[in-house]
């Protein structure tokens, strides 16, 4: 089943603020963050329902090689992702993203 994955604006605004970040602390990381987590997103066009059901029923993407989850719905054909949050902050911060 091939899905549709919308990327709210609060997402993309993570991925670009954790970017900005990373780029702050080594030049070039947070460019190859920024292609690590779009590369994430994109598994969700084929297996969105792959992975792991971690808060009722928001699924978690664990971008691999940074401590960062994707944070995202499925409803039937259609990903909604919500977030993108460092592991070392407060998983709840996904639940103010979704309101």
Same mark, same amino acid.
């Given at each position: 089943?091939?899905?549709?994955?919308?990327? *709210?604006?609060?997402?993309?605004?993570?991925?670009?603020?954790?970017?900005?970040?990373?780029?702050?602390?080594?030049?070039? =990381?947070?460019?190859?963050?920024?292609?690590?987590?779009? #590369? $994430?997103?994109?598994? =969700?066009?084929?297996?969105?329902?792959?992975?792991?059901?971690?808060?009722?029923?928001? $699924?978690? !993407?664990?971008?691999?090689?940074?401590?960062? !989850?994707? $944070?995202? #719905?499925? *409803?039937?054909?259609?990903?909604?992702?919500?977030?993108?949050?460092? *592991?070392?902050?407060?998983?709840?911060?996904?639940?103010?993203?979704?309101?």
């Amino acid at each position: 089943m091939k899905f549709n994955v919308i990327i *709210t604006p609060d997402a993309s605004r993570d991925i670009e603020s954790i970017a900005d970040w990373y780029e702050s602390q080594v030049k070039g =990381l947070g460019k190859r963050f920024y292609k690590e987590a779009k #590369k $994430h997103i994109r598994l =969700l066009y084929n297996n969105a329902n792959s992975f792991a059901v971690k808060y009722d029923d928001v $699924h978690c !993407l664990k971008i691999k090689k940074f401590p960062c !989850l994707i $944070h995202y #719905k499925v *409803t039937g054909n259609t990903v909604i992702v919500y977030a993108v949050i460092n *592991t070392s902050r407060n998983p709840d911060i996904w639940k103010e993203k979704i309101k």
